[in-house]
């Protein structure tokens, strides 16, 4: 059977060194090496998520891979994906480290420099330890064998951004969609999760710091079951006492609630410390919490720039969350993610505390009215984010509850842009409306100007045909000014003869000229004229001259 490895090493020349050992493996498949700790649990989630099948059976992990070290991402791996048998390469073989490295979950541990005997027996001890989990697994539908619930951690640009209040209502909608939540309160100094929630509760996160394997009868201890259904994990009463969690601490209890609970969501609070940058380093997604201010702005850009040094967290992995949103500031999402290089959240929650300020108050944010425009968006951003179940298709129980209640919460991103587009329309009412006498001016100039040109044509016309009846009248010796001013009028229309003024022909020389002076009508016909006249005038040859 071909063993499949994949190697986590760091420092180039180890890598090289590795691979070209493995590759003299019977039976071994070696993959390219993954430089980092971040890239190797991608990678297994990756193969995961597709299938228990995809994932390798032996993973070798240097001791001087990072960020995280080596005995913690160990942990991480073997309760992620407990079907994978890990292999610790070290210079340093003492009983010290091996009972160290087998607490983490390893299931061997090869001493540098590399020796092939001694890489094959731990190779293929780890790949039939894998084998046979994998063999149990298949038996067990409900045993966990993927990447485990989604993580998202909630960080404050800085103080007052409004991140506890993000982070309580992202688990409240997760919750009410039917999904197991877990609420870690990572804001260690001065996290009020506990004062949001009305939670008096003597356990917290400390109490899990020191505890080297954290089982779910241990875990389940320090988890307050709060009636909305949310499970909280506290910050301690005494913020001192926040030293005590370490970046080990805040990995173990992250990794222990992903594989209880379908949703975790951690508040981080503002203040960057170990254990809650271990908790971005790990999270499906991380938002950064964001008011349209200068401060907050730059801020956040400091925050970014900061999580890229420390290699915790590229800016495109980065949600940015834009908090007290006002569409008349003149700080807009799409300029907020131009300078902070993140992607900015679709749902940005509306400036309306005063929607907030009776439930905070009271310390119960669960009582928040689903017709607050804060809550319609902020179980938005959960739908946006991919922590609700779907409301069609089988959403179970939780689901229909949430279709009753709180309908108008989770998924009304259209109506708000309804909303937007009403108030666009209204303005273009508004404006219109103030417009409308110019345009009617404008209207009525122009009509009038067609009137003034339609009444000089008609009388230029009459003129021309008077004068030729006046020349065929004197020509068979008629009456020619009759003649002309009957043929004259003949061609004007009822409208026009009836305001008709002086008809007239003369003759000057050997021509025959009339003269027709038109009224040009206000409007309409009939409606009334203007005190001038308009003048047409022809001239026509005697025949026979």
Request: hydrophobic share 45%; aromatic share 4%.
């Amino acid at each position: 059977m071909t063993t499949r490895i994949l190697p986590a090493v760091g420092d180039p020349d180890a890598a090289r060194a590795i691979t070209t050992l493995l590759s003299q493996l019977p039976d071994a498949e070696p993959a390219p090496p993954v430089t980092d700790s971040t890239s190797l649990l991608d990678t297994l989630a990756r193969l995961a998520g597709e299938s228990l099948d995809e994932l390798p059976e032996v993973v070798l992990v240097h001791e001087r891979i990072g960020p995280v070290p080596a005995l913690e991402l160990i942990r991480e791996v073997a309760l992620r994906f407990p079907a994978v048998g890990v292999v610790l390469v070290t210079a340093d073989t003492g009983p010290a480290l091996f009972t160290s490295a087998m607490d983490s979950g390893a299931r061997g541990l090869v001493g540098l420099p590399l020796g092939y005997e001694e890489l094959a027996a731990r190779v293929q001890g780890a790949a039939s330890w894998s084998t046979g989990v994998r063999r149990h697994l298949g038996t067990g539908p409900d045993v966990f064998t993927g990447p485990g619930g989604t993580v998202v951690t909630v960080t404050g640009a800085k103080g007052g951004t409004g991140a506890t209040v993000v982070a309580v209502q992202l688990a409240l909608a997760a919750k009410a969609s039917g999904r197991t939540v877990a609420l870690v309160d990572l804001d260690l100094q001065s996290g009020d999760v506990a004062s949001y929630l009305d939670v008096q509760f003597r356990r917290s996160i400390v109490d899990l710091a020191g505890i080297a394997d954290i089982s779910p009868r241990v875990l389940q201890d320090a988890v307050f079951s709060h009636p909305t259904g949310v499970s909280l994990v506290l910050a301690p009463a005494e913020g001192e006492r926040g030293e005590e969690v370490t970046d080990r601490v805040a990995r173990q209890v992250v990794s222990a609630l992903r594989n209880r609970y379908e949703v975790v969501v951690v508040d981080c609070g503002t203040q960057m410390n170990s254990a809650n940058a271990a908790a971005v380093e790990m999270a499906d997604q991380a938002l950064l919490v964001v008011t349209p201010d200068v401060v907050a702005v730059r801020a956040a850009k400091r925050m970014v720039r900061m999580w890229d040094r420390l290699q915790i967290r590229k800016a495109e992995e980065t949600t940015t969350v834009v908090n007290r949103h006002n569409r008349n500031t003149e700080i807009q999402p799409p300029l907020v993610e131009r300078i902070t290089g993140t992607k900015v959240a679709r749902a940005a929650i509306p400036a309306n505390f005063k929607e907030l300020q009776a439930v905070t108050d009271a310390g119960r944010m669960q009582d928040l009215d689903s017709r607050s425009t804060v809550k319609q968006a902020l179980w938005s951003l959960a739908g946006e984010l991919g922590l609700v179940k779907p409301a069609a298709g089988g959403g179970g129980k939780g689901g229909g509850k949430l279709l009753r209640s709180d309908r108008g919460a989770i998924g009304l991103r259209g109506r708000g842009k309804e909303r937007d587009r009403d108030r666009d329309r209204g303005a273009v009412t508004v404006e219109l409306a103030g417009m409308a006498p110019l345009i009617l001016f404008v209207m009525i100039a122009m009509w009038q100007a067609v009137l003034f040109g339609y009444t000089f044509s008609l009388a230029g016309n009459a003129a021309d045909e008077g004068a030729r009846a006046a020349t065929a009248a004197a020509t068979s010796g008629g009456g020619t000014q009759a003649a002309c001013v009957a043929a004259a009028t003949e061609h004007l229309p009822s409208s026009w003869q009836d305001d008709a003024g002086d008809i007239s022909c003369a003759q000057e020389g050997n021509l025959w000229k009339a003269h027709v002076e038109l009224n040009t009508p206000i409007l309409f016909p009939g409606a009334g004229s203007f005190p001038w006249d308009v003048t047409g005038s022809a001239g026509a040859a005697l025949e026979g001259d």
